[in-house]
């Protein structure tokens, strides 16, 4: 596929054959729809328990309001040049929460969340919102 065609897929993604919606596909209590970002980030967060949640150091502000909405209060750890955590998660504080984000529609290395989530019990919340490169 040529970079120009890959283009159009991106901004103009083709229709899918049959009609469908996502709630189709899982129980309907499963589905939360939202119009901001910010309150389903809130609901994520009391979902994890309230409590100190754990962000990283680059993000918009919006999502600082989620945590203090949600009982919580916000840790950060550090990214770098490359937008991935620039420490080793075993230095993070401890969270009831961790959230990792999808910078620019480039997917985050999952595998530091993991691990940190392994050793802590922290729930991982993804944030995908604002993947301008993404499909879904």
Same mark, same amino acid.
């Given at each position: 596929?040529?970079?120009?065609?890959?283009? /159009?897929?991106? !901004?103009?993604?083709?229709?899918?054959?049959?009609?469908? /919606?996502?709630?189709?596909?899982?129980?309907?209590?499963?589905?939360?729809? !939202? /119009? !901001?970002?910010?309150?389903?980030?809130?609901?994520?967060?009391?979902?994890?328990?309230?409590?100190?949640?754990?962000?990283?150091?680059?993000?918009? /502000?919006?999502?600082?309001?989620?945590v203090p909405a949600?009982?919580?209060?916000?840790?950060? !750890?550090?990214?770098?040049?490359?937008l991935q955590p620039d420490q080793d998660s075993a230095l993070w504080p401890q969270a009831r929460a961790v959230l990792a984000v999808d910078y620019f529609g480039f997917p985050a290395d999952l595998s530091p969340f993991r691990a940190y989530a392994r050793r802590t019990g922290a729930m991982i919340i993804e944030d995908a919102c604002h993947a301008l490169f993404s499909r879904d």
């Open positions: 596929m040529s970079p120009a065609e890959l283009a /159009r897929t991106v !901004y103009a993604p083709p229709p899918a054959a049959t009609p469908w /919606r996502l709630a189709d596909l899982f129980a309907p209590a499963q589905v939360h729809l !939202y /119009r !901001y970002g910010r309150h389903a980030l809130a609901d994520a967060f009391r979902a994890a328990g309230g409590g100190p949640v754990l962000l990283p150091g680059f993000f918009c /502000r919006e999502v600082l309001a989620a949600a009982g919580g209060h916000s840790l950060f !750890y550090t990214v770098g040049p490359d």
